[in-house]
Every structure is written in structure tokens, then in C-alpha cells.
């Protein structure tokens, strides 16, 4: 009888899920906005410079986005980015998109975290 009672017990907690974990999706990060770029353009051929993107929400572990490719980021505020932009990236006169992403982050053991979320994009001159 009592071995009948622990059976029953044991099929009850692996039922209820008892010793599993349940696992918490990942929310969208907070959206990213731009406002201005310093300098507001650059001449073409110039060699590397720092951008420095204004805005709102950045995250600590938020990257620039020059022309569709990641560069090399720092974070100052949650209104200021600083991104490494090399001359390679300003050979040639064109408006090229800058967009800031917010990555994602990794949850606990149940989950959670964050999705990346990007801002819309913000054109930049290249003269």
C-alpha cells in the first residue's frame, strides 16, 4: 500500500510539472532614437573619425550601425554613443544609413532577456 502511495505521489509531481523548469520568453529591449550626429557630415576620403550619436534609450551594450555594418561602439549615457568610424567607410561621396541597435540580452534559467531592437534609420552625408 505505502509503495502504491509514493507512485501515485511521484506520477502527481512529474504531472504538474514538478522539477522542470518553465521558461519565460525574451521581451523586446527598449526602441533606440536618433537625433543628431556630430560632426553632421564629413568630406569624403577624410580619414577615421569618432561620431558621436545623440539620442534616447541607449543601452549599455548598444551599437552603432554605419552604413548597414557594426562599428566599434562606446557607450558615454543613455543619449550618447561614440562609434569608431574608419576612412574606409567615407571613401566615396553618398548619404549612408546609421542606425543604433540595442542587443539583446540573456535571461536566467527561466528565460527572459531581452530581443535586440534597432532604431530607424537616420541618413549621414558624406560629401
Same mark, same amino acid.
Given at each position: 500500500?505505502?509503495?502504491?502511495?509514493?507512485?501515485?505521489?511521484?506520477?502527481?509531481?512529474?504531472?504538474?510539472?514538478? %522539477?522542470?523548469?518553465?521558461?519565460?520568453?525574451?521581451?523586446?529591449?527598449?526602441?533606440? &532614437?536618433?537625433?543628431?550626429? &556630430?560632426?553632421?557630415?564629413?568630406?569624403?576620403?577624410?580619414?577615421?573619425?569618432?561620431?558621436?550619436?545623440?539620442?534616447?534609450?541607449?543601452? &549599455?551594450?548598444?551599437?552603432?550601425?554605419?552604413?548597414? =555594418?557594426?562599428?566599434?561602439?562606446?557607450?558615454?549615457?543613455?543619449?550618447?554613443?561614440?562609434? =569608431?568610424?574608419?576612412?574606409?567607410?567615407?571613401?566615396?561621396?553618398?548619404?549612408?544609413?546609421?542606425?543604433?541597435?540595442?542587443?539583446?540580452?540573456? %535571461?536566467?534559467?527561466?528565460?527572459? %532577456?531581452? &530581443? =535586440?531592437?534597432?532604431?530607424?534609420?537616420?541618413?549621414?552625408?558624406?560629401?
Amino acid at each position: 500500500m505505502k509503495l502504491l502511495l509514493v507512485l501515485l505521489l511521484c506520477a502527481a509531481g512529474v504531472g504538474c510539472g514538478y %522539477g522542470s523548469h518553465s521558461s519565460t520568453p525574451p521581451t523586446p529591449a527598449s526602441t533606440p &532614437t536618433i537625433t543628431q550626429f &556630430t560632426p553632421p557630415s564629413v568630406l569624403a576620403g577624410s580619414s577615421s573619425f569618432s561620431l558621436e550619436v545623440d539620442g534616447t534609450n541607449f543601452a &549599455t551594450n548598444a551599437v552603432v550601425n554605419f552604413n548597414n =555594418a557594426k562599428m566599434t561602439t562606446t557607450f558615454v549615457s543613455a543619449s550618447k554613443l561614440m562609434a =569608431a568610424i574608419p576612412g574606409s567607410a567615407i571613401a566615396t561621396k553618398a548619404t549612408v544609413p546609421v542606425t543604433v541597435t540595442n542587443q539583446a540580452t540573456q %535571461g536566467g534559467i527561466y528565460g527572459g %532577456g531581452t &530581443t =535586440a531592437v534597432t532604431s530607424q534609420s537616420m541618413p549621414f552625408d558624406i560629401q
